[in-house]
């Protein structure tokens, strides 16, 4: 019996992308999972491993055969001082989900989407209503905004709210044989590993526990997990030679601002609020992509965070790009390394850069005088060592630290498009609606992180990684203090300061440098 369907049908009703458990396999192991979406990971490992459930994965976990391939190593030609890379590894393992494809990563050469997507909504601050389709794009071309005209791409966004069924018509609706046997028997399981395991995640979170370790169940077996399959790569339209367009660059922010980045000027067709979907793009790979905004000038809010864009970059799939229809040379995909420590301030608040064999953030907020809730938080991620970024910092949604500063907002102008489940709102020692948070300790440091490789993504050059190699450190900073950063690294980097990221022999290092 498949857990996750009972759990669908008739539990609290995840999204249709976040209802599927996930296995996580790395070298010779595969690793249990002790919350399999976003917003039940802070469930420690260390409980889920006690009881039946945690020996069944972790007996299963012990018998996988050993694979004898090692995870690949990513090497960079050291030059003027630069760290040597040759004890990189790519550790972090993949995450297996049921009917969902491999989250993707970047590449050793420039990528772009597999099909192009579609989404619509509100703007946070504008409360202008706008529709968004990014499609792939040829290397070199980098991401890049462009405003289309009313009936472009509205038709390609269908909100799927589901079918409204009456209370007379449920009582006839078809179900699974013994169904609710079937549901009294698992809750009846439930409640004896809570007992006598010491289980302490909710029935949810045990129903995913249950199918995580039947997935490795499975693996353990020889058995596969069904792959997701992509469609065929859809044709790219190139960037006509007169259309206008924004590249999504350090050059055109023109104004900073402390509560949104702002691309353009006022008078010009502006892009607001795009930095949790550049966040996405940068993270998984898509350096090249053509993003049409239909209506409104800020891009939709979602709900407060980058885990829509994100999941819709998994399904949309990556491919390797190349400058056109007519070639079939691929570009090596550069990112920026300083030689040299960076760091620019704004009072208390930082922003610092380390040279360092990866790419890291690592995001602080202090907001212990306003509000406990809060409080004082960091947390730190890396692109090869951590699980993907939709589930470490995708999921962290939008916050405000007291109740006071929705209307300051307000009364600014801003937060036009409404605060209600999209921002979490701090007030004293508890939360305006608790049943927003995903990420208890940490969700407000998880956020600024994810901000934060959005405003990191502007450094890129076209086709580039913007996400420089090295630990990229913030403190209580604005989007106005990561333009200052911007500034500062910008100025500071030299031709050979942009290096390819997963080359791993100097003959390709070469080859990309005569190109520069």
Known sequence: MQHASVLHAHAAGLGSHQQVPVVQRCAARVHRCSAPCPHVRELPAKRISQGRIGQMMLQAASQVDEVEEEPPTYDLKPKRGRPSTKDARMTVPDVIERAAPIHPYPGEFQQTLVRSFTLGGIGLHTGQYACVRVRP????????????????NLHRFKLNSGTQVGAQDAEQMPLEEDVEGKKIELFKRYLVDQEEGGFEGNFEQYL??????EMITTLEEGGEIDEYTFDEDEP????????????????NIKTPQDMTLVLGEEGEEVIVGAELLLAALETAGVDNARIEIEGGREVPVLDGSALGWSMEVQFAGVRPTTVSDDSDELVVRMAPCLVDPLTVHDGRAFISYVPENTQRVSAGVDWKEQTDMIGRQWFSWCLYEDLPFR???????????????????????LLRGGAESVVMVASGDKWWDP????????????????????????????????LPLGHVVSYQATPALHIKFLEAMQAQLQPEDWVPVWADDEELVEEAEEGE
């Open 137 to 152: 794009a040829f290397a070199g071309e980098g991401r890049y905004f462009v405003h289309v005209p009313q009936g472009t």
């Open 208 to 213: 995913h526990a249950l199918d995580a370790g």
């Open 236 to 251: 790219i339209q190139r960037r006509g030679e007169d259309e206008v367009y924004m590249a999504a660059s350090l050059e």
């Open 391 to 413: 589930f470490e910092l995708a999921p962290a949604r939008r916050y405000l630290p007291t109740v006071e500063s929705v209307t300051g907002l307000t009364n600014l102008g």
């Open 435 to 466: 049943t927003m948070i995903r990420f208890v300790r940490d969700e407000a440091a998880r956020h600024e992180a994810a901000l934060l490789i959005g405003s990191l993504s502007l450094l890129a050059k076209p086709g580039h990684a913007g």
